[in-house]
C-alpha cells in the first residue's frame, strides 16, 4: 500500500520536499501565481547556465572525438634479398576533431617488424600525423604477406588496419654458375624418333660460356657428347635419337659440369605392328528364314607399325562376307571396312566364325565368333463381329494386346482400325499374348472391352 502526506498550511510558500501544500487562504492568489512563474523562470535560467558551464568544461554534453586512419591501404616493399631489409614510413592521421591516443601497434607477419621504439600512450591531436617505421626482413625466399594494426580511444569498431606484402629473393651468387637440371619435352618415346631436351643452370653462364657433358646410358637412345651454355644463358638444348625397341624400357640421360651432374629417366615404349576389330563378337539375332542380316566390322592398325592382313576366312552355316582385297596393309591408324551377312534357309540357331591373320606382333591370328537364329516368321490374325445392334454409330475398333502374364495392355493402333480384322506380325517365337477389342464411336468414346483371345506363338 502506498502512502502519501498531506499537510495543510495556511502559508503559500513552496515545499521544497515535494510534499502537498493545501492552502487555506485564497485571498492575493493571483500574486502568488506571478511569484511561481518568476521563480520558474529563475529556476530554468540557473538550470541552462550549468549545463553550458558543463560543456564548456568538457564533463558532459557534446563531446569532440578523434578518427585515425591510414594515409594507404597498404605497402609493398617489393624485392629484397634474404637477410637484408627494407624500411618504410607508415603513417596515420587523425582527421577528427578531437585529440586520439594511441594504446599500442601490432604487426602479423614473421618478415614484418616496427623500426626502432616507440613510446604509449601517444596522443596525436586534430589533424596531426602521426608516424613510424615498417621494416621488411625476409628470412626465406618468396612472397610474404601481413599486416599492421593501430589501437587507440578513438575506435569506434573494428582498429584501422594497413595491408604489408614484400617478396624474398635469394641473392646472386658471386661464384660460378652450376648445373641445375636436364629436361626433354616428353617423357616417354614410342618407336624411333627424336625428343627435345635442354639443360638448365642456376645462374647464367659467364662470359666465355659453359660446357656440359652429355650421356645416354642406353644405347638406343643417342645424345651430343657435350652442349654449350651460351654467355648470358642459363639453358642450352640438345636433340636426344631413339631407336625402335621391342619391349619397354627406360634410358637414362645424364649432365655433367663443373663436378655436378643431373639425371634424367627417359622411358622407350615398344613399337609394332597391331590390328584390332571394332567387334570381337557378332551376334545377329532372330533373322526370317530367307532374309539377310547384315552386321558392318571394321579392322584397324593401331599400333605404331604398318600391318598387313594377309587372309579372311569365314566358317558356318549362312555366314558370308563382303570381299576384300587381300593382302591389304594398313599404315598406324587406318582401317578397312566390310560387311558380314547371315542368311538362314533353316529354322534355328547357327554359329560361325571370321579369322583374320597378318603381320601384327601381338595377336597374328584373330578369331571372330558368329550367331545367329533363323526364325520362321509368325503372325496372329483377329476377327470379330460388328456389334449387332447400337444406338451410337460404330467408326471403328481399338486392337489391345498383353504378354500372357503381364496386366498392362498396350493399344497396338494408333488410328483408329475401321475394318473388323486386325494383323500382328509384331510376335516373338515362343512367347504367348493376349488379346481383347473395343468399339469407338465418331466422338472417341471406347465401349467396354471385349472377351480376351489367348494365343502362343510356336
Known amino acids: 500500500m502506498y502512502?502519501?502526506?498531506?499537510?495543510?498550511?495556511?502559508?503559500?510558500?513552496?515545499?521544497?520536499?515535494?510534499?502537498?501544500?493545501?492552502?487555506t487562504r485564497f485571498g492575493n492568489s493571483k500574486q502568488r501565481r506571478q511569484g511561481r512563474s518568476r521563480r520558474y523562470v529563475l529556476y530554468a535560467g540557473l538550470l541552462i547556465g550549468f549545463c553550458a558551464l558543463l560543456a564548456f568544461a568538457g564533463c558532459g554534453g557534446v563531446a569532440q572525438n578523434g578518427n585515425l586512419q591510414p594515409t594507404q591501404t597498404g605497402i609493398n616493399f617489393g624485392a629484397v634479398v634474404v637477410g637484408q631489409s627494407s624500411t618504410e614510413t607508415v603513417t596515420f592521421i587523425n582527421s577528427g576533431a578531437g585529440e586520439v591516443q594511441i594504446s599500442g601497434i601490432n604487426v602479423t607477419g614473421a618478415s614484418f617488424k616496427i623500426a626502432g621504439s616507440s613510446a604509449f600512450p601517444a596522443t596525436v591531436a586534430p589533424g596531426a600525423a602521426y608516424n613510424f617505421q615498417l621494416q621488411f626482413h625476409p628470412s626465406t625466399a618468396g612472397n610474404a604477406t601481413g599486416q599492421v594494426t593501430?589501437?587507440?580511444n578513438a575506435d569506434s569498431g573494428d582498429p584501422p588496419t594497413m595491408n604489408l606484402a614484400g617478396l624474398g629473393v635469394q641473392p646472386v651468387?658471386?661464384?660460378a654458375p652450376a648445373l641445375s637440371g636436364i629436361s626433354c619435352s616428353s617423357a616417354s618415346m614410342t618407336g624411333a624418333g627424336t625428343n627435345s631436351c635442354k639443360v638448365t643452370l642456376n645462374a647464367a653462364a659467364p662470359s666465355d660460356g659453359m660446357v656440359v657433358a652429355l650421356a645416354s646410358g642406353n644405347t638406343a637412345v643417342t645424345v651430343p657428347t657435350s652442349v654449350t651454355v651460351s654467355s648470358g644463358a642459363v639453358t642450352a638444348g640438345f636433340i636426344a635419337t631413339a631407336a625402335a625397341v621391342t619391349v619397354t624400357q627406360t634410358a637414362t640421360l645424364t649432365a655433367t659440369a663443373s663436378g655436378v651432374s643431373q639425371s634424367l629417366g627417359l622411358?622407350?615404349?615398344?613399337?609394332?605392328?597391331?590390328?584390332?576389330?571394332?567387334?570381337?563378337?557378332?551376334?545377329?539375332?532372330?533373322?526370317s528364314l530367307n532374309v539377310p542380316g547384315i552386321q558392318a566390322l571394321t579392322l584397324t592398325s593401331t599400333g605404331t607399325l604398318p600391318v598387313t592382313i594377309n587372309t579372311a576366312v569365314i566358317t558356318g552355316t549362312g555366314f558370308t562376307m563382303s570381299t576384300i582385297a587381300l593382302p591389304v596393309t594398313l599404315n598406324p591408324g587406318k582401317s578397312v571396312a566390310t560387311v558380314l551377312d547371315f542368311l538362314p534357309t533353316i529354322p534355328g540357331s547357327a554359329t560361325g566364325q571370321l579369322t583374320v591373320t597378318?603381320?601384327?606382333t601381338a595377336g597374328a591370328t584373330m578369331i571372330i565368333s558368329m550367331t545367329g537364329t533363323g526364325a520362321t516368321p509368325y503372325e496372329v490374325n483377329l476377327s470379330w463381329d460388328a456389334p449387332a445392334s447400337s444406338t451410337d454409330a460404330v467408326a471403328g475398333y481399338h486392337v489391345y494386346r498383353s504378354p500372357n502374364g503381364v496386366s498392362s495392355y498396350q493399344l497396338l493402333s494408333a488410328t483408329v482400325n475401321a475394318p473388323t480384322t486386325f494383323t500382328d506380325n509384331a510376335v516373338t517365337s515362343g512367347q504367348s499374348y493376349i488379346y481383347y477389342v473395343t468399339s469407338v464411336d465418331h466422338s472417341g468414346v471406347e465401349s467396354v472391352p471385349s472377351n480376351q483371345f489367348g494365343v502362343t506363338i510356336p
Do not use: K, Y
Open 3 to 23: 502512502r502519501m502526506r498531506i499537510r495543510l498550511s495556511s502559508d503559500s510558500r513552496a515545499d521544497r520536499r515535494g510534499n502537498f501544500w493545501s492552502s
Open 150 to 152: 593501430v589501437f587507440s
Open 173 to 175: 651468387s658471386a661464384s
Open 267 to 287: 622411358q622407350l615404349n615398344s613399337a609394332g605392328a597391331l590390328l584390332s576389330a571394332s567387334q570381337t563378337s557378332i551376334a545377329f539375332g532372330d533373322v
Open 358 to 360: 597378318s603381320t601384327a
